[in-house]
């Protein structure tokens, strides 16, 4: 079935740091790829998607790439604050016609000061 | 404007009892899902609705999980003869749905569900 194996953490880094979180991806056909934050305390976000190869998503400083030919979707941030403290989930999702989401195990993010 | 909310925000129970959990839905989302997350894990997929009706429910583990939405607005989650393995937090998410042709699901906070 679909699956998505993300990097394991806890991941801990200092203050403007580069970040990079792997995530690859198992699908049987061409998924929409997702990026959730969960701040402590808070709920899922959605952080960032991309719905095709090569699409590149972004938000907050936040980047990832759809790379079919790697089937990945790695987040990357130049320069990480405190204030990106979270758990981060890497999703999938198949063609309109199955809406559920498959999400990764999740990998806990700390900022050092 | 409002998210999902859910209620109650924490649960317990002991083994054996019957547990109802609330959704309430983004206004004008005709979608609903359910998920459940361990500690430790990604969430995982329990049930679809699309308006009234559930498109997919391929995730509920067993019969003792049941889950409506009789008006296509709020969902009740309804779990029979809880066990200690459905300790969990129980996450509704809603979106737009197909008709209006954007995949975006938008999360509540969930429910904490503790089974003695």
């Known amino acids: 079935g679909d699956s998505v194996t993300q990097m394991e953490g806890p991941v801990t880094l200092s203050e403007e740091a580069f970040l990079t979180i792997n995530c690859t991806y198992t699908a049987t056909g061409y998924p929409s790829l997702f990026w959730y934050v969960q701040y402590p305390g808070e709920g899922l976000q959605l952080l960032l998607k991309a719905t095709k190869a090569d699409d590149k998503g972004s938000n907050k400083g936040f980047e990832a790439t759809y790379r079919k030919e790697t089937t990945s979707f790695h987040l990357e941030k130049g320069s990480v604050q405190v204030s990106d403290s979270a758990v981060y989930f890497c999703?999938?999702?198949?063609?309109?016609?199955?809406?559920?989401?498959?999400f990764g195990t999740g990998t806990r993010l700390t900022i050092i000061p | 404007g409002a998210g999902v909310s859910q209620t109650p925000s924490n649960k317990v129970t002991e083994k054996g009892k019957y547990v109802e959990l609330r959704c309430d839905p983004i206004?004008?989302?005709?979608?609903l899902y359910w998920y459940r997350q361990s500690l430790g894990q990604g969430p995982e997929f329990l049930i679809y609705f699309q308006g009234t009706g559930a498109a997919d429910d391929s995730g509920l583990p067993n019969d003792r999980f049941f889950a409506v939405r009789p008006e296509g607005s709020v969902s009740t989650l309804k779990i029979q003869r809880t066990e200690r393995g459905d300790s969990a937090v129980y996450l509704c998410?809603?979106?737009?749905?197909?008709?209006?042709?954007?995949?975006?699901?938008?999360f509540g906070p969930g429910t904490r569900l503790t089974v003695l």
């Open positions: 998410a809603s979106s737009l749905g197909r008709a209006k042709g954007t995949d975006t699901q938008y």
């Open positions: 999703a999938l999702k198949m063609s309109l016609g199955n809406e559920k989401l498959t």
């Open positions: 206004s004008g989302h005709t979608a």
